[in-house]
């Protein structure tokens, strides 16, 4: 069965560094999604991806975050300087285009970001 | 999109039948309604979804009352590995917005 695959599973950095968060979509799906769940509290909306351009995107998708779709494969999340509050799960989703009102989105199994 | 209530937390004793409920009454003619879970901080897993008729597939059912203002998700057999936070969405079709919006869900219990 396809899936996404994130990697890495687990990275810790430190406060100030850029990290990037790697993601490859499920082949021949058009949308794609970064979500993020803070320890104990609610999945929350990053920003979504069609057509090689941002679609939509959350208040806390703000300048220090980017994505982009290098290769036609990756799908990458930057957090150009990190802060203590981004530490968290990253999941990565992506969406068949098809149907695309009903169709579900497909999650990653997260990268676990550990700011220190 | 329209908002959901869940019950905060359920138990079930592992093979039988788990019906874990959702209100949202505010959900208009084109809204969806879909199901998803986490077990433990993995990534949220599709469930089920639909629109305003029953649906089945092989992990569960989805019963929508006639008016559409609430919704069951039905684990026929539930297993231990079935315990897991059970979120309700429901999801709007105008606008470009495709993304999920997730509640609190229903933390599943599934006792042996």
């Known amino acids: 069965e396809p899936e996404v695959t994130q990697t890495p599973s687990h990275q810790v950095t430190q406060m100030g560094q850029e990290v990037i968060l790697r993601c490859v979509p499920i082949?021949?799906?058009?949308?794609f999604y970064w979500y993020r769940q803070i320890l104990g509290q609610k999945v929350e909306f990053l920003v979504s991806?069609?057509?090689?351009?941002?679609?939509?995107k959350s208040e806390i998708f703000d300048d220090q975050f980017s994505v982009e779709r290098p290769d036609g494969s990756n799908f990458t999340l930057k957090i150009r300087s990190t802060k203590l509050e981004d530490s968290a799960m990253y999941f990565c989703?992506?969406?068949?285009?098809?149907?695309?009102?009903?169709?579900?989105?497909?999650f990653g199994q997260g990268t676990r970001l550990t700011v220190v | 999109d329209a908002k959901t209530t869940q019950p905060t937390s359920m138990d079930c004793a592992e093979g039988r039948a788990a019906n874990l409920p959702c209100n949202h009454s505010?959900?208009?003619?084109?809204?969806?309604v879909y199901w998803y879970r986490q077990i433990h901080s993995q990534g949220p897993q599709y469930i089920i979804h639909?629109?305003?008729n029953n649906e089945t597939n092989e992990m569960a059912s989805l019963i929508i009352t006639e008016d559409r203002k609430s919704s069951t998700l039905i684990l026929p057999h539930a297993t231990l590995r079935d315990t897991a936070v059970y979120y309700c969405?429901?999801?709007?079709?105008?606008?470009?917005?495709?993304?999920?919006?997730f509640g609190s869900g229903t933390q599943l219990t599934v006792l042996p």
């Open positions: 969405i429901v999801r709007s079709l105008s606008g470009s917005a495709r993304q999920l919006t």
């Open positions: 991806f069609y057509n090689n351009e941002i679609s939509e």
């Open positions: 505010t959900i208009s003619g084109n809204e969806y």
């Open positions: 082949s021949n799906h058009l949308y």
């Open positions: 639909g629109l305003k």
């Open positions: 989703a992506s969406q068949d285009g098809v149907r695309r009102e009903n169709t579900e989105a497909f």
